[in-house]
């Protein structure tokens, strides 16, 4: 079998390599006399003690170990002069005229611009003697002729080690002696911070360009990268950067609406629509997406991803590829292929090790082409609990005691996105499931929850709210959950089922908890019913929380302590920005909530028909809490920012 060799240089390593390719590495550029090397990985030698690996004797004129060096840090510790000449102590040694030696340690070579003549006349002033550690180092070029000087210089190197340390060697002190100063290197511009990690990731441009010295031969030349498209490095490059999922893209199946799977595994590097898909959804389960959007324009396709409820660019996306992309979609979501110019909507999912997701696609035309929105129903991402939604222990204590109740209501209330159906879900996951029937009606299922029944509304095919809620009651259901309030007759069904021994959870579009109850009256509800049927309405918001390795320390001032009241601190904390958070100073979200209890709290006064004002003044003295001052408490803990509370609940 073929020798194997180890190669290293700096505290770097690569191989086994066959001697071929290190013949092709030293005729390249990356791989010269001054390197280590090993037959097993465990006992190193100097590159010299292998004259079989460098083909020619002219090797070492042609080797340059290009920029890497320069640019990754400049001299080594120990830094060795592999071409300069071995000088002894007793006998000088006439250097070959046009050479001149590296100094300041670099590892790169140069010319001297003095001409012969001038160096031979100065050569006996400006030539120093060669400390032992750079002695054992370096390459020879007279003694490449004599078959004994790899023997001689071994022997001198290990006598030589004994009596000096290696020192570091320094420039001449004589400006008349010293070799030409090489050209200034240009400092790298520092860049301004990228606005997200996504930005800062920018695709080299697709020419030939090879790479030399170490850097090189431990991550190749950009031969094979140029044949790589930008958008198709640019994600590989990203998903690489962002946290472990713990499996891999060949892992990734995806499943149509209609059954039928589609593995990524077989698409791998082709750049195709699986492939694409592939690499979205994976990014997509790192930085905790809940929707993608492709956005098309005159020159590709704009991929952006809503991240903690920000919209975050990724990646353009050239219009042959999207083709391809928007193809795979409309496979798994069994749509029309060549409907340009229609409105679709479909579903898929995804299957990895321990992963399901679900995905709702939407297909708009555009000017310049369908548009497309993806929500992603990862229930990986979303909380199981109401502990790890951020609600308070008291809270928590409330919400329990309800769902132990036979007949109640409970409503949520909030703008789309503020995650009230993930805390409906956490409150049914209390449920016990064996000793209680649990059904929900929504428009459409989020999310699969195994125990219950789970029921799709389908109001063009004459199974609304309204039809099916009576059908629903029929089922003999301990526990009903109905995705929406709409209208009177919705509203009046639900309140029914409470009084006949139900337990009903539902949704209502409005602000907060004293909105919800003018709601109800003005869907023309009988307030003797509301303030029996109801028993708790919550309130809630999603703020994104400070990045914990950027955020910036500082004071409050006379207006911050104000809002803060008895929640002010000595400090608080503004973003900052880092490539953690992608840029934003935000890492996560955390849920507020505002929870109000009816019977207690309101009970008598919803029989008078009372104003909002009234309302106010009737829950002001009962250990109210509202979301703005939930807000202004976890910005005294330092976990959120009085800008973030704003942009979520309106200026104060």
Not at 270 to 288: A, E, K, N, V
């Amino acid at each position: 079998m073929a020798t194997r060799y180890f190669i290293r240089n700096r505290g770097k390593r690569l191989g086994p390599l066959s001697i071929d390719k290190l013949h092709s590495m030293a005729k390249r550029g990356r791989f010269g006399r001054h390197f280590e090397v090993s037959t097993d990985g465990k006992r190193w030698s100097h590159a010299d003690d292998f004259p079989e690996l460098f083909p020619g004797d002219n090797d070492d004129d042609d080797l340059e170990l290009g920029d890497d060096f320069d640019d990754e840090g400049g001299s080594y510790d120990e830094p060795l002069d592999p071409y300069a000449p071995l000088v002894d102590d007793d006998k000088p040694v006439r250097r070959r005229p046009g050479r001149s030696s590296a100094s300041g340690g670099r590892t790169s070579r140069r010319r001297s611009s003095r001409s012969s003549e001038d160096e031979g006349t100065e050569q006996g002033s400006s030539r120093r003697r060669r400390t032992p550690a750079a002695r054992s180092g370096a390459v020879s070029r007279r003694s490449r002729d004599s078959e004994d000087a790899p023997s001689s210089r071994r022997a001198r190197r290990s006598k030589d080690d004994e009596e000096a340390p290696p020192k570091r060697r320094k420039r001449p002190a004589s400006s008349d002696d010293a070799p030409d100063d090489p050209p200034p290197r240009k400092k790298k511009k520092k860049s301004a911070p990228a606005s997200n990690i996504f930005d800062d990731v920018e695709p080299t441009q697709n020419k030939k360009k090879k790479r030399g010295g170490l850097m090189g031969f431990l991550f190749g030349g950009a031969e094979d990268d140029s044949t790589e498209p930008p958008h198709l490095r640019k994600l590989s490059h990203i998903h690489k950067t962002l946290r472990s999922l713990g499996f891999s893209l060949d892992k990734l199946i995806f499943v149509g609406s209609g059954g039928e799977e589609v593995s990524v595994r077989e698409h791998i590097g082709t750049g195709d629509g699986p492939h694409l898909l592939g690499l979205l959804t994976l990014i997509g389960f790192q930085s905790r997406t809940t929707d993608i959007h492709m956005e098309p324009s005159a020159s590709g396709v704009d991929v952006r991803m809503r991240i903690d409820g920000t919209l975050v660019h990724l990646v353009e996306f050239p219009k042959e590829s999207v083709k391809r992309l928007f193809g795979i979609v409309k496979v798994l979501c069994e749509t029309k292929l060549g409907a340009s110019q229609d409105v679709l909507e479909g579903n898929y999912s995804s299957v990895a090790p321990g992963r399901r997701s679900d995905y709702r696609v939407s297909f708009t035309p555009s000017v310049h082409g369908h548009k497309v929105a993806i929500r992603v129903l990862d229930a990986e991402n979303a909380p199981q609990t109401l502990k790890q939604l951020g609600a308070p222990s008291s809270f928590v204590r409330t919400i329990n005691g309800v769902m132990t109740q036979n007949a109640g209501m409970v409503l949520m209330c909030g703008p789309t996105g503020s995650g009230k159906t993930t805390t409906l879900y956490s409150m049914l996951r209390s449920v016990d499931f064996k000793s209680r029937n649990v059904m929900t009606l929504e428009d459409p299922v989020e999310y699969q929850i195994n125990g219950i029944t789970q029921i799709n509304i389908d109001a063009d095919h004459g199974k609304g709210f309204k039809e099916m809620l009576p059908a629903l009651l029929r089922q003999d259901p301990d526990v009903l959950l109905i995705g929406e309030i709409r209208d009177a007759e919705s509203a009046k069904i639900a309140m029914q089922a409470t009084m006949t021994g139900h337990l009903v959870l539902s949704t209502v579009h409005a602000p907060d908890t004293l909105s919800t109850l003018f709601r109800l009256l003005d869907l023309n509800a009988d307030p003797n019913m509301v303030g029996s049927a109801l028993d708790l309405i919550m309130s809630q918001r999603l703020l994104r929380t400070l990045c914990d390795e950027c955020k910036v320390r500082r004071r409050p001032d006379k207006e911050d302590k104000r809002r803060l009241g008895a929640s002010a601190r000595d400090a608080i904390f503004e973003p900052g920005g880092c490539k953690k958070c992608l840029g934003t100073g935000y890492s996560g979200r955390r849920a507020i909530f505002e929870l109000l209890d009816v019977k207690k709290q309101v009970g008598d006064a919803i029989h008078d028909k009372p104003s909002i004002v009234d309302l106010r003044k009737a829950v002001r003295s009962r250990d109210f809490t509202s979301l703005r001052q939930n807000g202004y408490s976890l910005v005294g803990k330092g976990v959120t920012t009085f800008d973030e509370v704003d942009r979520v609940i309106g200026v104060e």
